[in-house]
């Protein structure tokens, strides 16, 4: 009783607050909720005396539910711990461990690592266990990151807005820095470094040249001073024209001493402000942006000047080969390669070359980018986009993980197994400086990423960073009962709904490969029959390449002869539309709207069955969500009811648009018993969605 | 014991989430906090079905401590109450009384209005008078607005952006609407309710037409259907060229019949959507923005045109009086009464013309409006600005009671003993329809207003609407001990912290009158030296007129002669320096810089004198609040401490750069002991502040 009596004197003041709406549950809290009822402080000791090895006991005493052994967390150097001999070896500077062992004459849970970083990741990964529902006495863990670099990239705006962002404005309150020091930074960080995350761009890869004054320098300082005890490093995106902008050079050629000069002093200039700072994340000569082409020399020249000025200081270069020429005719999808390509072997050892997952930007299905693979001798960090640009914003459920776990597994072709995960982490070629980067879907919204299942998305991000070959069904039922409690419907019902939701989108917006039929600018909701953009490339028109006999864009030799990127197996098995994964087909080859698939049917009759399957499997879903009324707190539970109705009628609109759209090329039928589109495609044409979120550029 | 217990499992859920880092006291809860420790359900019954009665109960069985005698919310009309022939003539329709009477047997506290509205209001008076310490068992109130309208307007862009919006994105997210109703919206309401306001201007007076299309009327009725029950209409901005844009015509003059029948049509299609839509707020012909001076009509007739579109719903029409013609040379000053003056008696009477509190734009000290009183047929609506455009955005700490009071309280000079106030709430010539606008402090921030000290300036604007009479320095300790807490030492303190920080603010960026000597473009920090915008009443050196002799801008008979626009007793009084108050001296004449003045020092000494007085009134803010570390919640200390000294360094920045530059004209040395600038002039003209919020026109 007289327990019961002091909790009550405790919690007074912060009781009060939840008497308020303050503390509904908006999902504020993530994945880092406790798992029983009414926790109690365990019992967890530290040795030594780093600010790591306190925030690794602090979340521990945290959510550790009462009863729970007592826990010891150590780093590997300690002499007691030394003095047991554990397997240690291998486990690198951020890998973990988790034993029982007797320590001091006393039976603990040690939780240790080679760094106080590694005995930080093994108290989340012991949390994450418990919180599965493991007992925490018969917990034994032992791991260590497959990928070097784990980075969030924030496509954030100086201004507060995001681009490409859908959960409200940046959360790098630039004004307010470096004076206040945000609460909220040093939850983003926690909630990081609980998934194993290790590093933050800050800032647009659209940059501007302002990040790299003093001013902002400082900002980003009191940042990455938050950060450092949560082991994340702090980078920034360089606007390679800085040099002019901020230094008044007439020039920004990577050849120029001057440029070099004016580059190592600004490294200098940063170093002394964040002493663990990064790198620069640059996107050169893409889109607009000024880079070393601008001047004749070659990607690796710049990459490699940036390079020497952060190298003195241990820093990296992340260099982006998302690049596309406006002004060159080949196939979009094959512009990367064949600039980079050639560039293998020239880059220096501290510059890692960012590749997005596939060869176009982030559509809901891309076949896995041909550079890797291609360059063995350079470093390949891969970019996914974990915010949703073409899945639906903030709005639409769609479960990345498959997306991710798709390109990560599939086989390069280059050597015998070799799979995309295997050149990213490094061990295809024996690479030690391997990286993993996601485009952010973070913000200042309440729930940190519009919805409660676009956490999953930073979750299944970070946890498959640390180790590429994790299964992203075993990702979702891990986060679902992190998220929302165990109960086993609940935990099934949601990984359900998770499993297939990817594959909707795929199916409402355009199967078998299809690709960029998304309205302009914005990138919401369809433009199947936009052709008239001023570049090509532009166009959804230049990838679907439907006519009244067929559809699809020829990649094989006939075509652009795309696939001749890939190593030989897979472009043999590429070469003809008859080996091609059907899920593919139309990303590299242009057929007959006739065509017999596998399934006995036509590919009109296909994409057609596609389409309704894409917007039945949301109607499932909301009937499986239904079913938890009651099971999830109300607030989370309203919000995604609420947000399914919106994607199930976005996902109705997406497929009765591209039907009309297609039937207007092919002049066909819809199959018997299909429903025609709602409106006619006029009607569709005419929709327009001002002010959406996230397009600033 | 039981009832903790009960009390532990009852809570069992929501006391987890407190445990994670989202239940920290953020600031989200305002004022509407519970009083005293733990709450337990008071018995509270409501009599009658409406939603506004039962938000009534539940309010205060919310927050009512426990203990509390039985409480029944209710209706003048109930019978039971009528039997009670309690004095509810006189108090409307949104008046209420709080008495303790027998009910049915039973000694209750009765909570009453005429309306359910009256009952709400009751309900949170009761509240605030507990809160403030008294004894529920012997709280009387009886009170009714003396406005009709208490508005805030948002000046919230559709796309997220807030024009001089210091505290977040626009709390309405355009995006998700109609279709999610954001929990948030309620907690507004809420808010809103428990102080009186009883409107809500949704969008930016610079307003786009799409909000008057029908997904935005859309989403707009789902926002009145949620505020509805907490007695708050939705209004909207119009842009007056609207026909135009929106329906095709050749024009927007509002003599063209088909114009009149555009918002007509639009009128009746918005009611339809929103039964009880308050009506539009227009700024015309202002700043760029349409109106129909630019077909030759008048202010008059546009207004009355849209009068007529709304008068069949019960509409009005609030027309804003800022207009300065880019192309008029006259004082800026003078140019709201030039043009409105000669058209008192021609507005319609559902038209409510808006003035600012001042004649130029809500500068940190501005002499009251010369149209107050001046247009005695026409109600006019006072319009103060919450969010501190010109006083240091969301970082400095100014309360902004004093401000508002200074002008409500304002003698016209036009009758015997009329203030501003007397005009306001339509005393002074019985008008019926009145109405008190505030330029919301509100955004999407976690503390709503950007720091806690502006809710206060939130707060204050809805108690002074209610009751223009009241005092900011009671409307100051009311809020304290809402926020804070009833520790006598925390409220003597932030209402000592409060009581002068605006007047700290006008020392600190110019006293004696001086105004608009902000920087150009975002408003943040000094810039009294520009003076190369296109139009001279853009540029500081337009409004303060420093040369090597004297300072000031001369609005006597040997200037502008704006002085004559006020009523003769006031402006016999404003002729000479002499008579002119000195906290305006410099807004009125140019006087010399060795001016004897009240103190005996001269005008410089007592400029200098002034400059250091509000440097030293932060410094004194930050010991003040030093003195409450422990007795405040550490997160809303911390914040506002950091932010003290934000104000601290900035005050400084404005003293230091504004003396730098008078000294460069008045050639002038400081006088003895006087700390001089730390830099140069050159030094602060060369200050940029890039990406400063709320700047978004």
Same mark, same amino acid.
């Given at each position: 009783?007289?327990?019961?009596?002091?909790?009550?004197?405790?919690?007074?003041?912060?009781?009060?607050?939840?008497?308020?709406?303050?503390?509904?549950?908006?999902?504020?809290?993530?994945?880092?909720?406790?798992?029983?009822?009414?926790?109690?402080?365990?019992?967890?000791?530290?040795?030594?005396?780093?600010?790591?090895?306190?925030?690794?006991?602090?979340?521990?005493?945290?959510?550790?539910?009462?009863?729970?052994?007592?826990?010891?967390?150590?780093?590997?150097?300690?002499?007691?711990?030394?003095?047991?001999?554990?397997?240690?070896?291998?486990?690198?500077?951020?890998?973990?461990?988790?034993?029982?062992?007797?320590?001091?004459?006393?039976?603990?849970?040690?939780?240790?690592?080679?760094?106080?970083?590694?005995?930080?990741?093994?108290?989340?990964?012991?949390?994450?266990?418990?919180?599965?529902?493991?007992?925490?006495?018969?917990?034994?863990?032992?791991?260590?990151?497959?990928?070097?670099?784990?980075?969030?990239?924030?496509?954030?705006?100086?201004?507060?807005?995001?681009?490409?962002?859908?959960?409200?404005?940046?959360?790098?309150?630039?004004?307010?820095?470096?004076?206040?020091?945000?609460?909220?930074?040093?939850?983003?960080?926690?909630?990081?470094?609980?998934?194993?995350?290790?590093?933050?761009? #800050?800032?647009?890869?659209?940059?501007?040249?302002?990040?790299?004054?003093?001013?902002?320098?400082?900002?980003?300082? @009191?940042?990455?001073?938050?950060?450092?005890?949560?082991?994340?490093?702090?980078?920034?995106?360089?606007?390679?024209?800085?040099?002019?902008?901020?230094?008044?050079?007439?020039?920004?050629?990577?050849?120029?001493?001057?440029?070099?000069?004016?580059? @190592?002093?600004?490294?200098?200039?940063?170093?002394?402000?964040?002493?663990?700072?990064?790198?620069?994340?640059?996107?050169?000569?893409?889109?607009?942006?000024?880079?070393?082409?601008?001047?004749?020399?070659?990607?690796?020249?710049?990459?490699?000047? #940036?390079?020497?000025?952060?190298?003195?200081?241990?820093?990296?270069?992340?260099?982006?080969?998302?690049?596309?020429?406006?002004?060159?005719?080949?196939?979009?999808?094959?512009?990367?390669?064949?600039?980079?390509?050639? #560039?293998?072997?020239?880059?220096?050892?501290?510059?890692?070359?960012?590749?997005?997952?596939?060869?176009?930007?982030?559509?809901?299905?891309?076949?896995?980018?041909?550079?890797?693979?291609?360059?063995?001798?350079?470093?390949?960090?891969?970019?996914?986009?974990?915010?949703?640009?073409?899945?639906?914003?903030?709005?639409?459920?769609?479960?990345?993980?498959?997306?991710?776990?798709?390109?990560?597994?599939?086989?390069?072709?280059?050597?015998?197994?070799?799979?995309?995960?295997?050149?990213?982490?490094?061990?295809?070629?024996?690479?030690?400086?391997?990286?993993?980067?996601?485009?952010?879907?973070?913000? !200042?919204? !309440?729930?940190?990423?519009?919805?409660?299942?676009?956490?999953?998305?930073?979750?299944?991000?970070?946890?498959?960073?640390?180790?590429?070959?994790?299964?992203?069904?075993?990702?979702?039922?891990?986060?679902?009962?992190?998220?929302?409690?165990?109960?086993?419907?609940?935990?099934?019902?949601?990984?359900?709904?998770?499993?297939?939701?990817?594959?909707?989108?795929?199916?409402?917006?355009?199967?078998?490969?299809?690709?960029?039929?998304?309205?302009?600018?914005?990138?919401?909701?369809?433009?199947?029959?936009?052709?008239?953009?001023?570049?090509?490339?532009?166009?959804?028109?230049?990838?679907?390449?439907?006519?009244?006999?067929?559809?699809?864009?020829?990649?094989?030799?006939?075509?652009?002869?795309?696939?001749?990127?890939?190593?030989?197996?897979?472009?043999?098995?590429?070469?003809?539309?008859?080996?091609?994964?059907?899920?593919?087909?139309?990303?590299?080859?242009?057929?007959?709207?006739?065509?017999?698939?596998?399934?006995?049917?036509?590919?009109?009759?296909?994409?057609?069955?596609?389409?309704?399957?894409?917007?039945?499997?949301?109607?499932?879903?909301?009937?499986?969500?239904?079913?938890? !009324?009651?099971?999830?707190?109300?607030?989370?539970?309203?919000?995604?009811?609420?947000?399914?109705?919106?994607?199930?009628?976005?996902?109705?609109?997406?497929?009765?648009?591209?039907?009309?759209?297609?039937?207007?090329?092919?002049? !066909?039928?819809?199959?018997?018993?299909?429903?025609?589109?709602?409106?006619?495609?006029?009607?569709?044409?005419?929709?327009?969605?001002?002010?959406?979120?996230?397009?600033?550029?």
């Amino acid at each position: 009783m007289k327990h019961y009596r002091a909790l009550i004197v405790t919690l007074g003041v912060s009781w009060l607050a939840i008497a308020g709406p303050a503390c509904a549950d908006d999902g504020y809290d993530l994945w880092l909720r406790t798992p029983k009822a009414v926790a109690g402080p365990a019992a967890v000791t530290a040795i030594g005396d780093s600010a790591t090895i306190r925030l690794a006991a602090d979340a521990l005493r945290r959510a550790l539910p009462a009863g729970t052994p007592a826990v010891t967390v150590a780093t590997a150097g300690d002499p007691q711990v030394a003095a047991l001999r554990l397997p240690f070896a291998g486990l690198g500077d951020e890998g973990y461990l988790v034993r029982r062992v007797s320590l001091g004459g006393r039976q603990v849970l040690l939780v240790a690592g080679n760094s106080d970083r590694g005995a930080l990741y093994g108290a989340f990964a012991l949390l994450r266990a418990v919180g599965d529902g493991a007992d925490a006495a018969a917990v034994t863990l032992r791991s260590a990151p497959k990928v070097k670099l784990r980075v969030l990239d924030h496509w954030d705006n100086l201004d507060g807005t995001v681009e490409r962002g859908f959960a409200g404005q940046s959360l790098w309150d630039w004004w307010s820095l470096p004076d206040f020091d945000d609460p909220r930074y040093t939850d983003y960080a926690r909630a990081n470094a609980s998934i194993g995350i290790n590093g933050t761009v #800050l800032n647009n890869v659209n940059a501007k040249a302002d990040s790299l004054t003093a001013p902002y320098i400082a900002k980003a300082a @009191k940042l990455a001073a938050v950060f450092r005890p949560w082991g994340i490093k702090v980078y920034l995106s360089a606007r390679f024209s800085a040099p002019i902008e901020l230094g008044g050079l007439k020039t920004a050629d990577p050849r120029d001493p001057a440029v070099a000069a004016w580059w @190592k002093a600004k490294a200098d200039e940063i170093y002394r402000a964040i002493p663990d700072f990064g790198g620069f994340l640059v996107k050169a000569n893409s889109e607009g942006q000024p880079g070393p082409r601008d001047y004749g020399a070659s990607h690796a020249d710049g990459a490699n000047m #940036l390079a020497a000025a952060v190298r003195p200081h241990g820093g990296i270069v992340m260099w982006r080969a998302f690049v596309y020429a406006e002004t060159d005719p080949e196939d979009r999808a094959k512009q990367a390669y064949s600039e980079f390509k050639p #560039l293998d072997g020239k880059f220096a050892d501290n510059v890692l070359v960012q590749v997005k997952n596939g060869a176009i930007d982030f559509q809901p299905r891309e076949p896995f980018h041909p550079l890797f693979g291609a360059m063995p001798k350079t470093p390949l960090m891969i970019e996914f986009q974990i915010t949703k640009e073409y899945l639906g914003f903030a709005t639409h459920l769609a479960y990345l993980g498959p997306l991710f776990a798709e390109t990560l597994h599939a086989r390069t072709g280059r050597k015998p197994g070799e799979t995309v995960a295997d050149v990213v982490d490094g061990s295809a070629e024996g690479h030690r400086l391997t990286g993993m980067a996601g485009v952010a879907n973070i913000g !200042r919204d !309440r729930d940190w990423s519009g919805s409660t299942f676009n956490q999953a998305n930073w979750y299944a991000f970070g946890r498959l960073a640390w180790d590429p070959d994790l299964d992203p069904a075993a990702i979702a039922r891990e986060w679902a009962g992190l998220t929302f409690g165990n109960d086993p419907q609940v935990i099934a019902t949601t990984t359900a709904m998770m499993a297939g939701s990817r594959e909707a989108v795929v199916d409402y917006t355009g199967a078998f490969g299809l690709a960029h039929l998304m309205a302009t600018g914005h990138h919401y909701g369809p433009g199947p029959w936009v052709a008239d953009l001023a570049r090509p490339e532009w166009n959804p028109t230049y990838y679907h390449r439907a006519d009244r006999g067929g559809i699809g864009f020829e990649r094989g030799a006939s075509g652009s002869d795309a696939i001749a990127q890939y190593a030989p197996s897979v472009a043999r098995q590429l070469a003809k539309p008859e080996t091609t994964p059907e899920r593919e087909l139309l990303w590299f080859h242009h057929v007959a709207w006739d065509r017999r698939m596998a399934d006995g049917r036509t590919l009109w009759e296909d994409l057609v069955a596609h389409y309704d399957a894409g917007v039945a499997y949301v109607a499932t879903m909301q009937s499986q969500w239904q079913s938890l !009324r009651g099971k999830i707190d109300a607030e989370r539970w309203q919000k995604t009811a609420t947000y399914l109705s919106i994607q199930h009628r976005e996902a109705r609109w997406w497929r009765d648009a591209s039907l009309a759209y297609w039937m207007s090329v092919n002049q !066909r039928a819809l199959p018997a018993g299909v429903a025609p589109p709602e409106h006619d495609l006029a009607w569709y044409k005419a929709q327009s969605i001002p002010y959406a979120p996230g397009h600033t550029s």
